[in-house]
């Protein structure tokens, strides 16, 4: 992949306002995750690993530039990156180590 090619995803510093278990789904989690100017609606299959309550007021790394996704009938406007994603690994939610503008763009 070129410079180019990377440039063009936008990642940017989120805080998880919210996070509550979708009724009916064993991984997913519904997030609202402030992004400075916005705050959108983020799913993600971390339930097999993570409490929402342990997600909430966490600085994350967010793929901003993502197509909308809908998943058992949620939108989600956006994907959480983790380390440890391969199969049998347990994923580890990259954070950031000190609190940061919400929508700050990460270079």
Known sequence: MSYSE?????????YVESAERIPGAKKLIKLTVDLGREKRQI???????????DL??????????????????????GMLLAAGCEKGETPVLLTVEKPVRPGTKIC
């Open 43 to 53: 799913i993600a299959g971390l339930a097999k690993w993570y409490e929402p309550e």
């Open 6 to 14: 990377f440039s063009k995803i936008d990642l940017r510093v989120g």
């Open 56 to 77: 909430k007021g966490k600085y994350v790394v967010v793929v901003a530039n993502l197509e909308p996704k809908v998943m058992m009938g949620y939108e989600s406007n």
